[in-house]
Structures are given as structure tokens and as C-alpha cells.
């Protein structure tokens, strides 16, 4: 499609002057030499922006302009973005720009919800620079990171650093694990009451199956008695995670379990039967002995798997009736279940969610461990904390402080100063309203304009999109 465009030309009177004659110039909507109205160039430009340039072009296919991805790409690039306007409250928190090996980071103006600047690596001097050239900053919310208090304490002494209430209760999580790794073994020896013995039946995992669990178990015992070797020669987390080329966060798990972490059994393979257990056990003491029939039954009541889970429920169910000497005479031993008690990932949200968040089967169970007095001793202190973060109640924070420094626990004490070295911090937190919630919502739009362009944008390219917003340029 062309538009042919009828413009007037002029001479030029002055003999000096090199352009004997000129055309009529129309710079408000059609540029000198361009190949496109000003108008279609800012659509090209939101859509660049908006979305990755191979799906803006074939978006573009369907409106019948037709344009290349590296156009967007160029238009993107060579949009100039303008300085905006610095906030006196904002938020600094690190990304990713490859995990692992390179990382970035944002700053939010917190009062206008948008990016500010985004800054390679998260080292001191890389921040340091920003802030001393924004003294107009008085506040600035972050995590826990020592390299942006170190930071923000140099090059922003006039800033109130407030640490994240998020964060806080995060710690708080990780703590609750620790100190039930910690009494797991403990835990398992508590007796059961009747109420919380599990009604599914599982058979024997078959031999080759156990060989595979031991043997991994084994790796595992490994690799603890390894890390705490390193540990007791003085070495960090951190160092031992290099050392043994393994994820920081698996190191750190064994770094601070005072003894060896054991996995829990999975899920027994019938685990789509649960809400239908009560009407099996019916139809099995009615005298229904056939899968087939079962299955046929249960997928009539919407039962969504397939019919293996119901053969070996009936196959268990026949050898705690003694029903089927077939099965007798292999000596296999049955079992309802090793333990009543999930992960210590999960029962470490039972300690420091509120009580009106957890199901009755849940408060059940969390009854069944507050019988241990460490454990209950240190879910009313997990529950204070949670309250005083929530609700901002900065009066009980050395009160808190002084029972933690007194608690049995020594992960507590650790806990409790850690939160005395940076009090100031934390009292701040409690104190303002400010958060890093919205820091954090702006790294989820940035990993989403990432992941538009499959990860594989340059900085500045990520540094143009994130940066942008309608009415900048």
C-alpha cells in the first residue's frame, strides 16, 4: 500500500543560499526522508515494547503492516528514555540475569510504583555510586543483604534503611525448619493418638525400589558428613557450597541440620483414593472382593485414576484380613504408614501460620507436636514474632528479644542476634509503612519481559524495556 502525497515546492530568493528550491516540510506527522507516519511509528514502538520483536511482528501481520522484528528491535533501542524523577522512598533489591553467574540490580521509586534505574552486579561499589549522586533519598527499603546495608551505611548515611517485613517472616520459616530438623527424630517417638493414625494401608515397596532409596540415602549421608566436616574446619556456607560445586540453598540445609536430615516416605500409590476410602471399606466388608468392580464403582462416584491404586488397596486390604494366604506366605510386611508426620518444610509453616489458616486435620497434628515442650516453647515465640511483624507492634520487640536471647534453642539465639545487629533496621520496619513489596512485583514484571525474549536480551536491551512507560520518551 503507498500514499501518494501532493506537497507544494518553493524557490529560494536569496542567491546566497545553496537550495535553489525546497519541498513543503510536514514534520508534525511525516518526518524529513521517512518511510512511515509519526503515527505508525509510535504503535511499532508500544508494540516493541509490550512484547518480544518476533511476536510483535507476527501481531502486526494480523492489522496488515508489515514490519520486521530487527525494525522493533531498532525503534526499541533508539528510544531515548526520559530521567525520571527521583523519589525521596525507594526500594533496592537484586535479580538475575543469569542464575548463579550474573546478577543485577533494581531500584524503585516507591511513591510512583515504577523503576528507577537498573544497575549491573549488586556488589557495594556498584550501588554506592547511585546513592552518592542521589542524596535527595531519605529513605530505602531491602532484604537482609550485607552488601547494600554495607552500602546504603557509606554512600547514604541520611537514608532510614527499613529491612522488609516479608523478609522477616521468611526468616522466621526457615528458623521453624531448622528447629524441627532439629527435634525430628524426637517427633517420630511422640505416641500416636487414635485420632491422627492414618486410614490408607500401603504395601512393600518392592526390593529393587528400596535398593534405589538406599542408595540415595547413602549419597546424601555423604554429602552431610562432608559438609560438616568443612563446617568444623571453620569454613563458610558459602565456601562449602563452591568447594563441593552444589546449590547454596542444599548446603545450607545440611550446613545448619545438627544431625542427619532423613527423607520422609512419599504418598503410597493409592493416593487419588482418599476421599473414597470410607465407601471401599464398605463394599470390602460387604463381601466385594473384585478391583474390577471396585473400579468400575468408584469411577461412577468420579474417581480420576486408573485401576492399579485400587488392586493394591484391595491386595493390602486382603492380607491385614488375612484373607489371601498367597500373599501370607511371602512374609512382606505391612504397614499403615512409617510416620504421621509430613516434610519438615511443611510443618515448619504450621508453626508460623495464624491457627485460622490451617485445616482441622492440620491443628490436629501441630496439637500432636506442641506435646514436645521445646517445640511448644518455641511455636508461642514463632507465633509472637509473626504478630509483632504483621501488626507492627515495635513496643514487643525487646521484650521478644530478651526471651529469645534466653531460649534453650541455639538457632534461636543465633536468630535473636541477628535481629540485634541490625535493630535499627528492624525497628524501622516496624515503625513505617514501607515495604519491598512493590520492589519485589517490579523483579516479576522484569523476569516476565526476560522470559518474553526467551533470556537471551542483552542488559541494555532489558535496562530500555524496563525502564519504559507510556509518556516517558
Same mark, same amino acid.
Given at each position: ?5 501532493? =506537497? ?16 513543503? #516540510? ?12 509519526? #503515527? ?63 546478577? /543485577? ?15 549491573? /552486579? ?11 549522586? %542521589?542524596? @535527595? ?36 520459616? $526457615? ?5 524441627? *530438623? ?22 512393600? #515397596? ?5 535398593? $534405589? ?9 555423604? !554429602? ?51 476421599? %473414597? ?41 486382603? !492380607? ?11 512374609? !512382606? ?18 508453626? *508460623? ?23 511448644? $516453647? ?10 509483632? =511483624?504483621?501488626? #507492627?507492634?515495635? @513496643?514487643?520487640?525487646?521484650?521478644? !528479644? ?72
Amino acid at each position: 500500500m503507498y500514499l501518494e502525497l501532493a =506537497v507544494r515546492r518553493f524557490r529560494c530568493l536569496n542567491p546566497e543560499c545553496p537550495k535553489k528550491t525546497f519541498a513543503e #516540510r510536514l514534520p508534525d506527522w511525516l518526518p524529513t526522508y521517512a518511510r512511515r507516519t509519526t #503515527r505508525l511509528t509510535s504503535v511499532l514502538r508500544q508494540v516493541g515494547f509490550e512484547v518480544s520483536a518476533e511476536s510483535g511482528r507476527r501481531i502486526l501481520r494480523w492489522f496488515k503492516i508489515e514490519v520486521s522484528g530487527d525494525t522493533l528491535l531498532r525503534l526499541v533501542k533508539r528510544t531515548v528514555i526520559a530521567p525520571s524523577t527521583t523519589s525521596t522512598v525507594v526500594g533496592i533489591d537484586d535479580w538475575a540475569l543469569r542464575k548463579g553467574h550474573h546478577y /543485577g540490580t533494581v531500584i524503585v521509586d516507591q511513591e510512583t510504583h515504577q523503576v528507577v534505574e537498573l544497575l549491573k /552486579g549488586r556488589s557495594a561499589e556498584g550501588v554506592q555510586s547511585w546513592f552518592k549522586a %542521589h542524596p @535527595e533519598v531519605e529513605v530505602v527499603t531491602r532484604d537482609r543483604s550485607p552488601e547494600y546495608r554495607n552500602a546504603l551505611t557509606t554512600s547514604a548515611p541520611q537514608a532510614q534503611q527499613v529491612l522488609d517485613r516479608w523478609h522477616l517472616l521468611q526468616n522466621l520459616r $526457615q528458623l521453624a525448619e531448622r528447629v524441627i *530438623v532439629s527435634a525430628y527424630s524426637r517427633l517420630k517417638k511422640l505416641p500416636i493418638p487414635p485420632e491422627l493414625l492414618p486410614k490408607r494401608l500401603m504395601l512393600p #515397596r518392592p526390593e529393587r525400589k528400596q535398593k $534405589q532409596m538406599a542408595a540415595s540415602r547413602q549419597r546424601r549421608l555423604d !554429602l552431610y558428613n562432608e559438609i560438616q566436616r568443612l563446617k568444623q574446619a571453620g569454613v563458610s556456607a558459602a565456601n562449602v557450597a563452591l568447594h563441593l560445586h552444589r546449590n547454596y540453598y542444599t548446603v545450607r540445609f545440611y550446613y545448619n541440620a545438627p544431625e542427619f536430615p532423613e527423607r520422609m516416605p512419599g504418598r503410597g500409590p493409592h493416593s487419588h483414593l482418599r476421599s %473414597h476410602l470410607d465407601y471401599l471399606e464398605q463394599r470390602f466388608a460387604e463381601g466385594c472382593d473384585n478391583s474390577t468392580e471396585l473400579y468400575r464403582e468408584l469411577q461412577a462416584r468420579g474417581y480420576p485414576a486408573t485401576q492399579g491404586p485400587v488392586a493394591a488397596w484391595l491386595r493390602a486390604r486382603r !492380607l491385614q484380613a488375612g484373607e489371601d494366604p498367597r500373599l501370607v506366605h511371602t512374609n !512382606l510386611p505391612l504397614t499403615n504408614s512409617s510416620s504421621i508426620l509430613p516434610s519438615s518444610y511443611k510443618l515448619s509453616w504450621f508453626i *508460623v501460620l495464624p491457627p485460622g489458616k490451617l485445616t482441622e486435620e492440620e491443628l490436629a497434628l501441630l496439637g500432636h507436636l506442641r506435646h514436645d515442650a521445646v517445640i511448644d $516453647q518455641f511455636y508461642e515465640l514463632a507465633q509472637a514474632f509473626r504478630q509483632m =511483624v504483621t501488626q #507492627r507492634l515495635v @513496643e514487643h520487640l525487646d521484650d521478644w !528479644l530478651k526471651i529469645a536471647a534466653s531460649s534453650p534453642l541455639k538457632t534461636v539465639r543465633f536468630f535473636g542476634k541477628f535481629l540485634q545487629d541490625e535493630y535499627r533496621f528492624i525497628r524501622a520496619a516496624l515503625e513505617h509503612e514501607w515495604s519491598n513489596g512493590q520492589t519485589e512485583g517490579q523483579i516479576n514484571r522484569l523476569k516476565f519481559i526476560k522470559r518474553q525474549m526467551y533470556g537471551r536480551a542483552s542488559f541494555q536491551l532489558l535496562r530500555q524495556k524496563v525502564l519504559y512507560h507510556p509518556g516517558s520518551t
